[in-house]
């Protein structure tokens, strides 16, 4: 059973960056995607990326954020640059295949603030 470890987030002053991991074997074959879900908001894609690299963003990611892969070491990665408050949520890494396969991460806790 796939398992998806996410790592990399924290606490970020306003304008900082940070680089989210996500890793689990055999990733390399699964469309991966990040998502945050911040307090009584609903759950929203930030990005995804298709095992061959294209990518897809959130139009409020505004060229802040880049999502990339490592298929030689089953790891997907969204570094996120020029935070800002409202970017404070917990982000989840979710890999889906065609078959219809969708695995869930448990998420990681990414706060901007001053």
């Known amino acids: 059973q796939m398992q998806l470890v996410e790592s990399g987030g924290g606490l970020v002053q306003p304008g900082g960056s940070l680089r989210l991991s996500c890793a689990a074997s055999g990733l390399k074959f699964y469309t991966v995607g990040w998502y945050r879900q911040a307090p009584e908001r609903q759950r929203e894609l930030v990005a995804d990326?298709?095992?061959?690299?294209?990518?897809d963003y959130a139009d409020f990611v505004q060229g802040r954020f880049a999502i990339s892969r490592d298929n030689a070491n089953d790891t997907v990665y969204l570094q996120m640059d020029k935070l800002k408050v409202e970017d404070t949520a917990v982000y989840y890494c979710?890999?889906?295949?065609?078959?219809?396969?969708?695995?869930w991460g448990q998420g990681i806790q990414v706060t901007v603030s001053s």
């Open positions: 990326i298709a095992p061959g690299g294209g990518a």
């Open positions: 979710n890999a889906r295949i065609i078959s219809g396969f969708t695995c």
